[in-house]
């Protein structure tokens, strides 16, 4: 095997580390004086008082929305299924991809449930309050933008944590939300879907494509992937390779890949966690993701930033190269 192919592989991804850890808390890895940041025109604590003026108001937003989350230079990463009952209360599920603080640079998994509340006045400026796990000392204030809506009923919105990350110190904490079913299956993934991946703040990146074969249960896919990655601090390793791999896809859209290099063997099968974000009925359009394990040349240079992924679809299945060779 050629060194800069080993290099670039271990840039991509490494072999996970073993178990996955639940349920830790979140309090405080966005300030501990969350509740001090506060603004004066925070969501109220009751549906009461919670409607404003205009044509968008607290009620138009309803329904469930894929959420995705990133704090800093893609240091850490939440991907997330939030209900808002349109009258100012939100419910939902929160999984974490962060830095492992305890076995730096391994990456920590967590899962949270999360409650709160939500205001929207028009024309289109509202805020936000989440609390992890039930803990009120966790709330963490957010500020909302809508970036599209249809009449008074809003597709999609930005919004920033009003308060820093202890995770990541200094660093600013962006999401986007986007409204869609939440009733999938692992056959709403079906097709030919445009693959990137993307390491750390763009140091390395892959471009491809994948064809899932839209099977019940555990499902299969193909593909092939272009890779650009630094092989030296004056030098790019541009390479190739097919990809094959499994998928699973929960109802509410959370799907979970096992991702392989075909022509690197000897490397193990990568876990990446992915969300669908974009949805006509239960077919799945775009899905937004990250891998379960950190980059260890990154981290190395002081960048602990983990791998994302993304997926478009483009289209239904048709005779790839690689399938043809199976």
């Known amino acids: 095997m050629n060194l800069s ?12 580390a073993s178990g996955r850890r639940l349920g830790r808390e979140h309090q405080g890895h966005y300030g501990k004086s969350a509740k001090s940041a506060k603004t ?23 329904g469930t929305y894929a959420m995705v989350l990133e704090t800093g230079a893609n240091l850490v990463s ?36 999360i409650t709160g509340t939500y205001s929207l006045e028009s024309p289109g400026l509202g805020n936000q309050e989440i609390v992890f796990d039930g803990n009120a000392d966790s709330a963490v204030p957010a500020g909302l933008l809508v970036t599209k809506a249809e009449g008074t009923n809003v597709h999609s919105l930005d919004g920033n944590f009003l308060v820093p990350s202890e995770a990541v110190p200094g660093a600013l904490t962006r999401f986007t939300m986007t409204q869609r079913v939440s009733n999938f299956h692992t056959n709403s993934l079906n097709g030919n879907y445009a693959f990137q991946i993307i390491g750390g703040a763009n140091m390395g990146y ?7 074969d839209g099977v019940e249960g555990d499902g299969t896919f193909t593909g092939q992937m272009r890779g650009n990655a630094p092989a030296s601090d004056s030098e790019r390793f541009l390479f190739e390779t ?20 075909a022509d690197f063997p000897e490397f193990p099968v990568f876990p990446i966690t992915a969300l669908i974000v974009h949805a006509n009925g239960s077919q799945g359009l775009s ?24 997926l478009d679809y483009l289209g239904p299945a048709g005779m790839t190269e690689v399938s043809k060779t199976q």
């Open 206 to 212: 892959g471009f491809g494509f994948i064809n899932f």
């Open 40 to 62: 004066p025109d925070s969501p109220p604590d009751s549906g009461e008082g919670a409607r404003s003026f205009g044509e968008l108001e607290t009620s138009s937003i309803s």
């Open 5 to 16: 192919v080993t290099v670039l592989l271990s840039l991509l991804c490494t072999a996970p």
């Open 287 to 310: 899905l937004r993701g990250n891998f379960e394990i950190p980059s260890p040349v990154l981290a190395a240079m002081g960048l602990p930033s983990l791998v994302r992924t993304q």
């Open 78 to 113: 939440a991907l997330g299924v939030v209900d808002y009952d349109g009258d100012g209360h939100l419910s939902g599920s929160i999984r974490f991809n962060e830095l492992d603080e305890d076995n730096s640079p391994d990456r920590f998994l967590t899962t949270s449930d």
């Open 242 to 261: 097919a990809l094959t791999g499994t998928y699973e896809v929960e109802h509410h859209g959370f799907t979970t890949l096992q991702l392989t290099f």
